[in-house]
């Protein structure tokens, strides 16, 4: 029977909120895990959470979650993915979680403050178990990740200001999981005019950068005149 | 200060959930609206709601309300949206609405049934001040059937199983928000062999298709082997 409308709400749910940081080292993909200090998964891996109260704002208590790993927060990079709110996800009543998730540069993540507490790097292809549902809600932000990086040029969020092609490559395969043929990325990637060439090479002490390969950089303030005038990126 | 991880939840939320129903009448793209028995907001149009007990599961109690909307329901259509918590977006306290959205024929919704609670279809450039923040809701609706529409081939789930060439491109012009020359428009569509020219034309009978405009219909089975394949959709 569809009970519509009803007169009045229960209030006996809580709330969690949790973030998937996707980050990157100029090689790899990787995430962000926390380990759980308390029951009912005590040292079990979960992605970074906390209950909220009722007053507490989504989106400001994920960026306020984000602000004490990094140091900085950007309401552009932080973004809800959806409700999680299976009935038994949470062995200690109806908890639904409202996860968001960002794009980081791992080298941002203020590590001595928060090894203490297990939280650690995960590289996206061997993520273990996790408490609770939180694989599923990775998943499900891999998938967003995955949407997103072929529709706009979010991957330049995770790049260092200046990387080389072969960084840039490596960071799409990894995000769309599939490899691409090193000819054809570059020539698809040269039809955007978003890449500016620094004309210098790479001294090969940073990750992921060849000694002697070119930098470019991500031209932001271009791509946002060209946004305004309606221009689409797509990889 | 980051309070994380927290001891214990606090169970004093409600939930509830919205759904979004985009109807297409041949014409016009519509959405569907509910009347407002009760207090806080009592005669006031908002969306399709209700409150949800703390078992009950966030999507079947969308498909059920849809269900009891329309007489069946299916999976495949009904996606979630995200969770809307403003702190104060309810008066009775904190009540966080999962809103999820659907795509559906208009001449499918059962109309004589729940007419009667104040239910009617509203064009979408025409929606009032709603209750609540379902305003905000609808607006991120339009902005996911956006995207959705450029990327995946959506819109025949809204068009009936025959319909012309003039209708696809008035849908997607409403999807979009958009007008598209019409020549430009066709070249498109034939890029994707999805469509399949029913060699008869219409009567004129049917809402929105002018008498001896060419029928189309939708090849869903190609698409679905095309996806398994590898195939993405671009509009």
Partial sequence: MLKFPQDSPDFNVALSMSVVLFGFDGDQLQLLLARSQRDPFKDALFLPSRYLEATDELMLSARSMFHGLFGYDDPEIIEQLKAFGGVFRHPMGRIVNVASYALVRKEDFLAEKWES???QWVPID??????????DVVTYARERLKR??????VGFHLLPSEFTLG????LYEQALGKTFDKRNFRKKLFKSPLLTD??????????????????YTFD????????????????
Same sequence: chains 1, 2.
């Fill in 167 to 170: 960084q840039l490559q490596s």
């Fill in 126 to 135: 061997r993520v273990p178990d996790l408490a609770f549902d939180h694989n």
């Fill in 117 to 119: 507490h297990g939280m």
């Fill in 148 to 153: 997103r990086v072929k529709r706009r040029p």
């Fill in 220 to 235: 932001r303030e271009r791509y946002q005149r060209m946004k305004s005038e309606g221009y689409d990126f797509l990889f």
């Fill in 198 to 215: 620094l004309e210098k090479k790479a001294t090969g002490g940073e990750k992921g950068q060849h000694k002697g390969s070119r930098l």
